[in-house]
C-alpha cells in the first residue's frame, strides 16, 4: 500500500504538480521550478513527469502518438493508473522519504481531466485511489487557440489529444476538478497561462516559496 502516515508526510519533501492541457508551458515551468527550489532550498529536487519513463509510460507514449494502436480509452485509463502506482512506488515516495522535494509534470488530474471525457469519473478515482495527495497542485489555464498555436511552431505533428475541441472540453474538466480540490481544502495555484512564459514563471516562483520557504 502507498498509504502514508502523518508523521512520515511531515518529515518529507515536498511534493509539488504542474497541470494543465498539452501546450500550457508545463514543462517550461517545471525546468525552472526545479533549479530555483534547488538553489533557494538547497535539498534535492526530482523532476519527474507522467507518463513516467518506466515501462508502462513508455508504452502509453507509443499509444498517444500513434506508434501503438488498438487500445480502447478504458484499457489505456488503467495503463496510466498502473503506470502511476509504479512512478509513485519507484521514484516520487522514495525521494519524498528521503526529504527530497519532487516537481511532477503532470499527474492525477491529467487522467481525470483528459479520460473523463468519455468514461466515468467515479471508475477513474477509483483505480487511481492510491495516488498520494500532492503538496500543491499547480494549474496553468490557457486557451486552446493558444496551446496549438504554441505546438505547431515547435512540432509538425500534434498527438492524439491536441485537438482544439478536444482541448476545451479537457479544459473545462479541469476547472470543474480543481473547484472540487479547492473545496476539499487542498493547495492549488491557478494562474493565467495566456501571458507570457515569463510572467507565469515568475508568480509561480513567487507562490511556491509563499507556500514552502518557511520550510526549508
Known sequence: MLAENIRDRQRRGKFIVLEGVDGSGLSTQAGRLHAWLEQETGRKVLLTKEPSEGPVGVLIRQALSGRVQGLGAD????????????HLTHSIIPALEKGHHVICDRYLLSSLAYQGRSLPLEWLKQINAEAIVPDLTIFISVDPVVTLKRIAEKRFKVDLFERENILREVLNNYDILVQELCEEGQNVLQLN????????????LSKVQEYFMIDK
Not at 497561462?193 to 509561480?204: A, C, D, F
Request: net charge negative; charged share 25%.
Open 75 to 86: 484499457t489505456l485509463a488503467l495503463l496510466f493508473a498502473a503506470d502511476r502506482v509504479d
Open 193 to 204: 497561462g495566456n501571458r507570457t512564459l515569463e510572467i507565469v514563471s515568475n508568480e509561480v
